[in-house]
């Protein structure tokens, strides 16, 4: 499988602005410097980043749940992406997973061992391997 997106800039850096696509047209939208930096209108590259890791880790939860014969009812899961100065550049440098699951008939350590297998083991955390990833998870 290859999955593709796509992004147009156009003008300079802090005076231009862009469009980002999905390839299954689910989502285009704008961004910015002011959206990347500052609290501009549209979305930034690390928003894009945080909703694929909520995503994946929310699916990957339920899976290895799944192949525990345990079905969850609700796996909710916010990624917040720290985007810092570092030196002359910025970078991702870490990423909070805050996770809530509705898991009837288990118990909170349970839940806890199936989401911390879930964190190291959904692709975009291992993609993201050089990223130190948190997690916070809840049963609910």
Same mark, same amino acid.
């Given at each position: 499988m290859i999955r593709t997106s796509s992004?147009?800039?156009? *003008?300079?850096?802090?005076?231009?602005? *862009?469009?980002?696509?999905?390839?299954?047209?689910?989502?285009? *939208?704008?961004?910015?410097?002011? =959206?990347?930096?500052? =609290?501009? &209108?549209? &979305?930034?590259?690390?928003?894009?980043?945080?909703?694929?890791?909520?995503?994946?880790? =929310?699916?990957?939860?339920?899976? *290895?749940?799944g192949k525990g014969g345990i079905n969850a009812t609700r796996i909710s899961t916010v990624a917040n992406v720290n985007f810092e100065k570092v030196g002359e550049g910025f970078s991702i440098t870490r990423i909070d997973l805050v996770t809530e699951g509705e898991v009837p008939g288990i118990d909170e350590a349970t839940f806890l061992e199936y989401a911390e297998a879930a964190k190291k083991g959904c692709p975009i955390s291992r993609a993201l391997g050089a990223v130190e990833i948190t997690l916070s998870a809840k049963l609910v």
């Open positions: 992004a147009q800039w156009n *003008g300079g850096l802090k005076d231009g602005n *862009g469009t980002v696509k999905l390839g299954s047209g689910a989502y285009e *939208g704008q961004y910015s410097f002011t =959206s990347r930096f500052e =609290s501009g &209108t549209g &979305t930034n590259p690390e928003e894009l980043v945080a909703a694929a890791h909520a995503g994946c880790f =929310s699916m990957a939860l339920s899976a *290895g749940l």
